[in-house]
């Protein structure tokens, strides 16, 4: 499982490293340090935190109106699987993406729910590209 640096893990959640560090102090996201001590977030954590914060701003001020730039960076929170087709999900910071693809395209990438992923938007069609 791909585990995340604070740094890395507040650039996906779209906040500072001090913040993302602040929520680790608080307890608020399991961290485990690796061999040269740095303080890591296992993926699967950081998918489920993220859905998390994304549910909590929902009540917060309106997002300001934005041209989106295509790519939207972030985390995998949710794949599911059927026979042909499956559905991915991605939060890249505030924005949750859904893109429905066939298995064989999320078997080909080797998707998981905790790694890293940006989404592409063309029109109607959301591409995922495996980081």
Known sequence: MQSYTIGQAARLLGVSPDTARRWADAGRIATH???????????????????????????????????ARNAFPGIVTAIKLG??????????????????????AVEELGLEVGMRATARVKSTSVHIDRA
């Open 83 to 104: 026979d042909v087709a499956a559905q991915v999900e991605i939060q890249a910071g505030p924005h949750r993406l859904v893109s429905l693809l066939t298995r064989e």
């Open 33 to 67: 340090r690796d061999e040269s001590g740095r303080r890591l977030i296992d993926g699967r954590d950081l998918a489920a935190f993220s859905t998390v914060i994304a549910q909590a701003a929902q009540g917060d001020e309106e997002a300001p109106y934005t041209s």
